[in-house]
Structures are given as structure tokens and as C-alpha cells.
T-cell receptor
């Protein structure tokens, strides 16, 4: 099966600019996650969707970050305006609800550098 | 909320030796514990996982043990090879939280040939 797809792979912007990332999960996976991975740290959850609804966005900095999954398939994550500390890899993961359903599969990530 | 601590932060072993990475978690309701391997610039890849109803799981050279009472779990890699060099992350999750993963800080494993 095809894996989780993300684009772009790399992005360099200046602070206060906006940026958007796209994720297409594994076909049929109802649950989608966005994680932020700062260099040298483990991934940290930003937001979780089930189908087109938000399950958990408690750790999403809502003053500058937004995310949507309008049709319950692909998703976009936006940062506006970006800050220097947003430099990180943004990972998308998806999970099936079938069976035990715990395993999350990660995309290749988008590496963001804010100058 | 859940907190996962991982040790050591770096680990160097000679090729052929064993490597052990340990994690502790705080939430006794967590019931799923995966281990991910992440090579430089690549995505995290699941290498093994364990559920709370099992104490040990093995897959070829890799094994994971879970002690629910002490709230810790460990990754064991035997007969290490240079291609095992990577960053390893442990994580914990529970169904009640939508299975969101809480990750440890990672362990850089270097296998010297």
C-alpha cells in the first residue's frame, strides 16, 4: 500500500511569513495526526483528526497555527505568521481504526526553516 | 498528562554487542508502547510494539519488555550491526486519548564496526 505523502519536503521562509503543509494519509485511514519535531527531540502532537473532525488540538498554538481536513482525507497545516522557534520537521501520521488500530504510520515530513 | 522519559540519550556499542534502551511512563492507563527508528532525514519507522496485556515480544534481533507495575519498558537489540545506527524513540499511548503518541526524547545509537 502507498504510504503517507507529504509536501513540500523542505521550506525556507522568513519570520512573519506564512506557510502551508499538505498531507495525504494512507488510503482508508480515518485518523490523521500532525506532529512537530524540533531538532534533537521526539515528535510532539499538534493536532489529531478523526475523519473531518478535530479530536485533540490542545497543544496547537492556535494564535498562529491552523489545520483542516475538510473532506476527511488529506489535510493542510498552516502557520501564520511564522516565528523562528517554528523551525522544525512537521510530520504527518495516519492510523486505521480497524483491528487494534494503534499503529501510526509516518510521512517523510516537511523540514521548515524560519530565518 | 502522560510523560515518557528515555535513557540513555546516546549509546555506543561495538558491532555484535547488545544494546538496551529504557523508557518509563507516568500514566498507568497507557496500554500501547511502540518503538520507532529514525535515520537521519528520514521518517520514523515502527520497528516493534507491545500492548499492555503482554510482557515481552520478540522479532528476530529485536525484543521489547514491559513491566506494568514499574511503568517501564525496554528495547533490546542483539548482535548489533552498523545499519542499526539511528535514533530510537519510545512512545506510549492509550485508547481513551485517541491513541495519540507521547514520545521520549530519543536515543542516538552508534554501532562501531
Amino acid at each position: 500500500e502507498a504510504g503517507v505523502a507529504q509536501s513540500p519536503r523542505y521550506k525556507i521562509i522568513e519570520k512573519r511569513q506564512s506557510v502551508a503543509f499538505w498531507c495525504n494519509p494512507i488510503s482508508g485511514h480515518a485518523t490523521l495526526y500532525w506532529y512537530q519535531q524540533i531538532l534533537g527531540q521526539g515528535p510532539k502532537l499538534l493536532i489529531q483528526f478523526q475523519n473531518n473532525g478535530v479530536v485533540d488540538d490542545s497543544q496547537l498554538p492556535k494564535d498562529r497555527f491552523s489545520a483542516e481536513r475538510l473532506k476527511g482525507v488529506d489535510s493542510t497545516l498552516k502557520i501564520q505568521p511564522a516565528k523562528l522557534e517554528d523551525s522544525a520537521v512537521y510530520l504527518c501520521a495516519s492510523r486505521s481504526l480497524q483491528g487494534w488500530g494503534e499503529t501510526q504510520y509516518f510521512g517523510p515530513g516537511t523540514r521548515l526553516l524560519v530565518l | 498528562g502522560e510523560n515518557v522519559e528515555q535513557h540513555p540519550s546516546t549509546l555506543s556499542v561495538q558491532e555484535g554487542d547488545s544494546a538496551v534502551i529504557k523508557c518509563t511512563y507516568s500514566d498507568s492507563a497507557s496500554n500501547y508502547f511502540p518503538w520507532y527508528k529514525q535515520e537521519l532525514g528520514k521518517r520514523p519507522q515502527l520497528i516493534i510494539d507491545i500492548r499492555s496485556n503482554v510482557g515481552e515480544k520478540k522479532d528476530q534481533r529485536i525484543a521489547v519488555t514491559l513491566n506494568k507495575t514499574a511503568k517501564h519498558f525496554s528495547l533490546h537489540i542483539t548482535e548489533t550491526q552498523p545499519e542499526d545506527s539511528a535514533v530510537y524513540f519510545c512512545a506510549a499511548s492509550k485508547r481513551e486519548d485517541g491513541n495519540k503518541l507521547v514520545f521520549g526524547a530519543g536515543t542516538i545509537l552508534r554501532v562501531k564496526s
